[in-house]
Structure formats: C-alpha cells, structure tokens
C-alpha cells in the first residue's frame, strides 16, 4: 500500500483507531494523505524542495500536529476548503509571483519562487490542518510576526491543558490525554507563521485589483473582530465565524457583517464576494469572483463601530509575549497604515502631510501641482543632479488623483488622507528654533499674498491681481466691506536726499460714480466703475500738496476705463492712514466718523506695505501681522494658475524662488526629508514590484539612521541630489520599510550580502553580475523567493572558507597551451546558499520580547561541479580584493596604438578548463574560459582570488596588447614592455617570467 492511501485509510478511521494509534505510540505526525484535487495544481507549482519539506519536512509535522490539536475546534466548511485550494492554484500559476528559477538568480535560485509550503504541508495532513492554515493567515494579515507567535504559543498551550482536563469517563479521554503531550517548540510556530507571510504578501499581488477594491472598502470603515477579552475564546471565535460566514457566501447565501472577523478571513483568504457598502449611501461592489454563487453578496455597514478607529482592529492580552511580567494588552488594524505600498505611492502620503495645513481639496491640490510641474520642469533640469527636480516628484506622486483609474485615484486619495493623519512629521516643513518659528506656508509660499506679488515685476499686473483677489475674498464674506489698493505711483527725492515713494490709490472693487445735480441737490448714480486717487507733485520742489478746497476735484482723465482723480488722498499716520475727506463709497463703511471729524481711518490689510498693498476700512477686524495664512492674505490656485497660464509667472522666477524656499537652514530637515524620499525611489526603481510598509512613516525621514548614517558623507555641491550611500545604507533602508519599524544603524550592516524578508531576497547587486560589471556600491537587487526563515534574516558569511586541497587525481590536470579559442569549460558549475545555526540578534531597542524580529544568519556559499563540491566561496570579499583588475581596452589611453592582431600562441598561455586545474595552477599565466557563463565566471573570479592569484576579468572583446600593458604595469614591470615598444618583439619567454596569475575570458 502506498504511503499516500495509508494516510488516507487512517484518516477514515474513527475516534478508536485514533486512540488505539495513540496508545501505541504511533506517530501520527508523519502521514502523509493525498491533497484535494483543488490544490494539486499549487503542489506541482511549488520548488522541489519546497514541496518536498511540506511532505517530508518539519513544516509537514507542524501542520499535523496542529490539525489534531484543533480538530475537535472547527465547523464543517467543504466549501471554504476547495475553494481555497483553487484560489490557491491560482495563485501559484500567477508568474508575476510565482516565477520560474533561472540563471538571472545564481546562487539564489534555489530559494526562488513563491512560499506555499505550508499550505501543501497542510494539504497532505488533511482538512483540519487546512483550517490550521487558514488561522495562520488570519493571524499574520492583523498581528505582527511576535504577536502572532505569541498567539500561536498561547493558543496551544491552553488547547493541550483544556484536552488535559478532560474527564476520564468521557470516551475521548485517553485520546485527549496523547493529544495534550505534542510538542510544538516556538521555532517549529514561527515557521509556520513565516510561511503564512510569506504567502500574504504575494497573494494580494497576484489578485490585484480585486484585492485593492477590497482593502479600500475595510480602509474605510470602524469594526472590531470581536470584543471578548479572552484571547483563547477571541481566536476561537474569530476563526469559526469567518470560516462559516465565507462558507456560506460561497455557497450563494448573503450575509451581513457583524463584526470584522469575516472582513478579516476575506481578506487573508482571498476570497472576494460581491458586496454592497451601506453608509452614506448604498454602494455595490462587483467583484466578479468565480469562487463566490451570485447569491453569496455581503452587506456591510448595518451595524458599525463608530469609535473613531479606522479599519478592522483586534485587542488581545498576550501572555505569551515577553519573558517576564503579565499579559501585554496589544491592540492591532488593519487600515490604510497596515497596507504595503509601492515607493511612488509613498511619496503620496508625504504630500498629504505636507498639504495637512493648507486645506485644499485633493483634486485642488493635484490638479496644481502638476500644472506647477508642467510649467517650470523644462527650466528646472539644471536644478537637480541625477533625479528630478523635488517638484516633480511631489507631481507625479497626486498624478493619479487626476487619472481615468478610479480604483488607483481611490488609493490615491486614501493615501494623502492617511499622510494628513498620521505622516504629518514624515516630511517635515516646519521647524522651531531658540528665536524663530517657520511654518508651513501653504502651497510652499506661492499662495501666500506678498510672495506671489513679489515675482510680479509690472505693478499694473499686480492691481489687477489684487482686484481679483479681493473680489474671490469678498464672495466669502457675509457682508460688504470696503478695501483699497495702494500702489508705488512714482519716486523722488526730498530736500534731504532721500528716496521717497509716492504711492496712488485705486478701488479693488467698481464702485458707483456718483454726480451732484445743482437743481435739488440730490445724487444719482451711474453703472460701477474703478478709481484712480493719484497725487499731484509741485514741479517746483518735487513735493505734494493737496487741494486748498478739501473737495474731490473729479477730473475726467480715463485710463484703462478708470476714472482718475488728483488729490486729495490719505495721509500717513502708522500704524495706519487717515483720510479726511473720504469718498461717500468709503464714508458709510467706517464706523467712527464723529470721533475722528469725518475722517475714515484705512488699517493695512494684505501686501507689501513698502510695495502693492490692500488697506480696509477700520470697522473690519484684521488678523494680527504674522497671521500669514489669513485668507485676505493667500491667493487662491485658481488665481495662482491663471497667472501662470497668462505668463505672469514665469518659470524661473517661481524656480529661483522655491530654491531659496527649500534652502532656507531652517527648512534644513525638510530639505533633507526630500532628498531621501527620492533616494527611497530610486533604490526602489531597482526593485521592481516590491513594496513598503506605511507604518514606516511615523519616523521623520530626517531621523532615520540611514538618511543621518548618508548625511555624514555627503560632499554637499549645487542642485537638488540624492543622497550619496554605500550597500549597508541600502540595507538599512530596505530593513526599515520591509519592517515598518526597525531603525538599524548602517554602521552595523557592513558585512551583509543579502537581506531576507517574506516574499524577498534582497541580494547585493555584485552578486548577480558577471565579474566584468562594476555595479554601483549602493545597489541592491531584488528576487522573489523565500530562504524558509521567520522574521528579516540579515545574511552574513562565515569567517572561514574551505577549499578542496587537491585535484583528484593526477590525470585531470592537463595545463595545456591557450589555442585561441573562447568556449565554455565550467557550463556544469553551481553555486548553492545554505545557512549554519548560528543567528545572532540584532538590537532594535525592544528588550524582554521572546521572539527577535531581524537578525544575523551566517551563510556559506558552495561551489559544485556536476554535484560535486569544489569549494566554500567568500564572494562578497573576494570580488573587493585588490587583486581583482576589472579590465577595458577604453581603460588604457594607448589602446589605440596597438597592433591590430597580436599572437596570443607566441605569449605561452595556459588553459585552466576544470577546477582541478584551477587548484593546481599553471606556472605563468592561466586562462579561465568562460564564455556567456556569468555565473561561471563568477566563481571562478572568486575562487582564483580565494586562491591568492592575482585575476584579471576580461570583457567578450578584448585587445591582449592591452592585457600585457595593464598586468606588466600592475606587477611594477612596465619598463620592460616600453623598452621594447612592441609587444611582438618582447620574448615570450621573458613575458611569462614577469607574469603569474589568472586571466578569466568572457
């Protein structure tokens, strides 16, 4: 009988034969059972040795074990269980996620491809470790990995004392009794709560938009999974009620929510029914889910929590969490700030906390920006080095708000509310010092009044903006109030020699132009128009003087439609101006013409009092001088766009401007905040597809160790730049935003080649290039695939590296002459990454907690020919060896001279084909052919290097005239070459004693 239909028959079994295999001894934990139908397709998805621990594994003993342990817990849900093994296969066959290993992934393409192996190791136990399966997901979508095991630790622990104290009358007894004494260590739980994850995070990618939609909806709303304080039953519950509430939607029966803990099983399953979302309005969401009967819809929002909280929330005691002290009452939601996002969705939330104060609608405020962007991005090229202009990258971050998508322009808006609530400090703009205050002006200070004036040179622009202006102001108010426009009409000097300005006044608003009639005295009045108040200087002395009269002398002087009067105006008196004989439009608008003789007192409003300024009538309440974000004293980006449209604002005006905004030394942290953010982006443009955790952004950028660890190398120089960084810095980062919490200092990571986390690897570029590549220091690459390990695995190289001592046997090093041909002798080699037991800890500043959450995992990498094992390779060392020459024929300015066929026979090279050769090398100079085998040149760089042998990496087309050159001048012999002047009349012979080592062709 196979091992499969012996699972299977012992399943079928009864309540005796389970007792009678306990009372033997039988361990059960090793069976293996055929998977449902409905999961095979993910079975032959998986990496043969993935599949191969999830049958034959440790992760295939915990799947058995907790299937038993919670058997007796779980409702009957056929349905849920194929459907997920469907939703499962598919999956698995989504590429995107899922790929295939290749050469790209070298040393990594074992660990390649998505992590299901806990699902298969649950599918070969049968369904109740299915279920178990479906808890670890529930799990890891709301708690984080220590919570989770600490849940985990809690719930079997109390599970084996209830089966412990099962009565010995009851026909289970001796069956519960077995069951009580599994053992599941802590290591055996984080396991399988890694996979869990694992598995999360490239499942909501592989469903996409389906999976977005459904987030928006739960980002949205306010429901606890439950409120039982027990954690043991609060699990309990929460995992039966989501089990059978989706079972019963996939049936076709509706269901309501009554808490969040079907939201959350819908969620972590993937299992996406129609909806209808009852709040302000009825909503239907279609979600077209072929797993789901037409009839299963969900109604949400009958019965919601309105406690200020966001999204689905869970509080929990967990006991099981530290090593001393009672239960730690921990409270998680998934909500907006739970999500992962991409790096350009990022620099969302960092406009929504930017714009927090400003106000502005979020199609407003997009809308501008990218207008902004639009206008000056052609000037702004010379103001950054190798990335845009910070404008336009604050542009293209609200671009979605403006798109057709309305499932991306939801996210979008979404993200800028979450970075108004909760990212305000992500980007800083204001900052505080011992004596000055900067705040955050709204859109950067353009807005503001004075500033948009100021990059206006015409001052007749200037009246007919402030008219505007004050015009959008007015609509606002619930009455009517009178303003006038002050504006530099001409200047002169006085008899002291000093520059005096004369200023003019004009209405910011028509006003009526009114006629006395010499019959009866009375007034009418004709249709509105603007007036000009504008002095009248003694050409004599260059000084004013008024009407001796005291009355309006209206003279009929148009200009622009406007009817211009001489004289009389207001006269100065600070802090504001008296006009003695007002106008009438002006008279009925003051409130103390007894008091001051008929006089109507103008208090400065708006403007730049030395330059185009806006002054009101004193009845109005103005705000205090610094209250800069009065509405009288922010212009509209309506108004702000029209000026930009009609060319009043010109590109590098607003560009001079912004950068001495974003220069200003007290803007210093916000100046830096963005220059990060836009190295995050780049770093993340390296890594395609991967995403962030937004609980990241309750660190200010500026704080990160990362950005603080880059600053302190930083070199400054002209223009907006990224920030400069080493490989350790990038790992620094990448922990952070893998994490959304842990902050390790750079300094730390020097010795890291690869950083594991979920779905990723992320790998030091070096160590997927060909030897000829020089990648840059600080880049990383990104593969999909899981090493198996829980938490973020920092992988560092042993200290020693072993070498096969000798070739095995005598007859397999033939050393013979280099014939001149580029083939490929080491096509069969591998590279492998396996890991010692060794982990040490990393310090992120939490003490007492049973579970660390990033840590060092030693790893080693082997070199295997036809599986054979040649050598453990130092890579990461090995390819910064000095030894190492990197060579081009544009390297060397005298590549031009040289002959154009130089015989490589006459130089007596050797050929190094196979390894043995390698381990026992040539005297002089060996070959090492290569040819298109990346990966083969790579060890045999490292190895060569290893070896102690100086290396050259030679690109496909090379020049050996130049080799010769480059190894004479290394070795300190390159008078012996230009003695000569000619490679071909130095003696071959003499060549060969100068030069030793290994040559690597491509």
Known sequence: MSIHKLGASLLELGQETNFGLATVHFDFSVVKVEAPKEFQLLGNELAPKRKEAAEDGVQHITARKLGALFQHWLPRTSNLIKAYGKRASEIASCRRVNPKPSQYQGLFADHVGIDGTSIWAAATSGPDAIAVHLLACLLARIWSRSEAISIWAELVSDRKTELAKLDETDPMYQHSIQLSKIILSREQLADWDASARSWLQAADEAMGSKHKQLMLILNNISLPVNTTSNLYQSVRQAWKLAMEATNKLIEGQPQSVANGSVLLGLSAWHIYPDMVVLQESQTPVKQHDSLVDPGGILTIGLQLDRKGKDGIYWSLPLGHLRYYGGSVMSQRCLNAAKNRVSASQLATVAVGGISKSWYYEDAELAHFLVKLWDLVSGEAKDRARGTLYWLGHLAQAVEAIMGDDELEKKQATQ??????????????????????????PKMFGLANLETCLSLIADYEDKIQILRRHVEEYQGKLLRDVQFLIRYPYDRTVSRRGEIITIFAFTTAVPVFQTTRRRRNEDFFSSPKVHKRWIPDRNKDNDEFHTSPSGILEEVNILKKDELCIINPQPTESPPFLLWKTPPGFLRSATRNMNHMRNSVQLDFAAGDMDDVSIFVVDRVPMPPDRDAEHPLRTVSLSLLEDLMENGLLHPLDILNYTENYINDPYRIDMLTSLRALVTIKAIYQMLPDATLELSAISTPLHEMEWVKSAITQDKGGSGFTLLPLNQSQTFSCIALFESGSFDVPASSLKEVMAMAAADSIYISAALLCDPCERPSGYEVRRIRGSIGKSGIAMLVQVENHKVREEAQGWTMVNHNPFDGKLEDSFHTATLHLSFTDYVLPIDVG??????????????FISLHDKGEWIADLNLPFQLKNPELVHFHDEDDPRHEDCAAEVPYKGLMFTTIDDWNELLNPPEGVGIIRSTGNWLGRLAATCLSLQLGHQTIVLQKEFCW??????????????????????????????????????????
């Open 961 to 1002: 005239e130049c080799i010769v050159n480059l190894w004479l001048n290394s070795r300190g012999n390159s008078e012996l070459y230009y003695s000569t002047g000619s490679l071909k009349q130095l003696p071959p012979k003499e060549v060969l004693s100068h030069m030793a080592g290994v040559i690597i062709i491509g």
């Open 415 to 440: 993200l800028l509310r979450l970075g108004r609530t909760q990212g305000q400090h992500f980007v800083p703009t204001e900052s505080i010092s011992r004596s000055t205050h900067v705040h955050n």
């Open 846 to 859: 939490a003490h007492g907690l049973r579970d660390f959450e990033i840590y060092f995992l030693e790893s």
